[in-house]
T-cell receptor, first 117, second 111 residues
Framework: GAVVSQHPSWVICKSGTSVKIECRSL??????MFWYRQFPKQSLMLMAT?????????EQGVEKDKFLINHASLTLSTLTVTSAHPEDSSFYIC?????????????FGPGTRLTVL | DAKTTQPNSMESNEEEPVHLPCNHS???????IHWYRQLPSQGPEYVIH?????VNNRMASLAIAEDRKSSTLILHRATLRDAAVYYC????????????WGLGTSLAVNP
């Protein structure tokens, strides 16, 4: 149990276009979903925390107008990278916590590799 | 969140035990010790967590020092599939705890 999926697993886009990444909890209801970004050889960097039905909380330095997060249901959160540029190329990972578990372990998706040309 | 210190890399042989250390000298009384690992090009995977007592699960054991200023993740018999970056992270109790990731320890397993 506690499976998180991401779609797409990889995407290549042109500079200036927008890209949407989906994060789904497949067999549980997610209280909270987190979005991370990871550059090569670096650690995960938390971008934002989102709770179902409310606005996401962004970490310092993360532009909320560029990285749009929608958490419309307890099983789906989306991250839209607007007007993507080559410097946005990265590995984007989501995670979720299970509403029905007493311990808030985070379950991670497999990641989405974004390449902006 | 309190900071953790881990060696950049470690090496082990297949079938042998591996002890991955983590120092967290500024840990507070309510901080949980978490371990996650990340295989190449994949999302992280939860390994184990603890507060004060040693913990065992199907993946690993967690040995926590009596003063809680350090802990050790123990893989009892390393396999090639255990080659990953292992992260030791502290978070405080409560809902929606954020995980602040360091660089972790890159574990290489030799056949």
């Amino acid at each position: 149990g506690a499976v998180v999926s991401q779609h797409p697993s990889w995407v290549i886009c042109k500079s200036g276009t927008s890209v949407k990444i989906e994060c789904r909890s497949l067999d549980f209801q997610a209280t909270t979903m987190f979005w991370y970004r990871q550059f090569p050889k670096q650690s995960l960097m938390l971008m934002a925390t989102s709770n179902e039905g409310s606005k996401a909380t962004y970490e310092q330095g993360v532009e909320k107008d560029k990285f749009l997060i929608n958490h419309a249901s307890l099983t789906l959160s989306t991250l839209t990278v607007t007007s993507a540029h080559p410097e946005d190329s990265s590995f984007y990972i989501c995670s979720a916590t299970d509403r029905d578990r007493s311990y808030n372990e985070q379950f991670f998706g497999p990641g989405t590799r974004l390449t902006v040309l | 969140d309190a900071k953790t210190t881990q060696p950049n890399s470690m090496e082990s042989n297949e079938e042998e035990p591996v002890h991955l250390p983590c120092n967290h000298s500024t840990i507070s009384g309510t901080d949980y010790i978490h371990w996650y690992r990340q295989l190449p090009s994949q999302g992280p995977e939860y390994v184990i967590h603890g507060l004060t007592s040693n913990v065992n699960n199907r993946m690993a054991s967690l040995a926590i020092a009596e003063d809680r200023k350090s802990s050790t993740l123990i893989l009892h018999r390393a396999t090639l599939r255990d080659a990953a970056v292992y992260y030791c992270i502290l978070t405080t109790a409560g809902n929606n705890r954020k995980l602040i990731w360091g660089l972790g320890t890159s574990l290489a397993v030799n056949p």
